[in-house]
Structure formats: C-alpha cells, structure tokens
C-alpha cells in the first residue's frame, strides 16, 4: 500500500494506523521514482485530502472547492489572509496557493496577528483587508 501525503498529518498517521500491512509513505513525486517495487506486485494506493488538486486528483470535494476560491480570489486581492492553525494542512495550502499567484499571503490564527506593513502596499485594503478567507468550517468575508 502506497499512501501519498504528509509525514505527521494526522490524517496520514489515522491512515497508517489503520491499514494493516506495510504503508510506504511517499511525499513528492521525486519519492514515486525511488520505489522498489516488484513489476508483477499488484499495488494500491491511498492519498491526504487535503493535498493539492495538482497534487493529486483524488481530493475532498470541500477541499478542492476552497483551493479553487483561493485561487480565483487571489486575482482579486492585494493581500490574503487565511485564518486557521499553523498546523492545518488545508490552512497552510491556502496560503500557499495565494502565494503561488504572487499575492502577499498570510496564515493567522486570529486577528491579533495582523501586521499593518503587511497592507502598507495594498490599495484595495482599507483597515485590514478585503478578504479574510477560513481554511476549515470558518466564517468567510469579502
């Protein structure tokens, strides 16, 4: 069994403990070309839900959704801001796409994290932004 994600997601670890048998983890692509497996070995694999669509076409519906907001919003904003955990892999991908996009990208866990030079370059950001988007089961605002 071949499991594509994040070392230390819980969701990779939850995965692992409940697979019996041996679970290779694989991370990158780079990883995919170092297997040793035989060439009659039948292979199955698993993959995070919350990796990237590029990543992976196997993803949460709901994951997906949020990625491909992010990724529109960012043409639409000076700055990004995405409110969750440091330790969210749905928070910190959001961020990341943001970031992909050129947009200044921000992962905060609550307001008391803003920086106001974080805005000082952005025009459309009166007081502390446009948008403040959720990485999980958060309030969205434009």
Not at 7 to 29: D, F, K, Y
Not at 49 to 60: F, G, N
């Amino acid at each position: 069994m071949i499991l594509i994600g994040h070392a230390g997601h819980p969701e990779v670890e939850g995965t692992i403990g409940q697979i019996p048998g041996t679970v290779v983890l694989v991370q990158s692509e780079a990883e995919v070309a170092t297997l040793a497996l035989p060439v009659d070995a039948p292979v199955a694999y698993v993959t995070q839900t919350t990796l990237s669509v590029d990543d992976t076409r196997e993803i949460c519906y709901a994951t997906q959704n949020r990625q491909a907001a992010v990724h529109e919003l960012s043409k639409q904003v000076d700055v990004l801001l995405v409110v969750g955990a440091t330790n969210s892999s749905n928070s910190n991908r959001l961020c990341e796409i943001g970031a992909e996009t050129g947009v200044p990208s921000y992962l905060v866990a609550d307001g008391s994290e803003l920086k106001a030079d974080w805005f000082a370059n952005a025009p459309d950001c009166r007081g502390y932004g446009r948008c403040i988007r959720a990485g999980r089961n958060g309030q969205t605002r434009y």
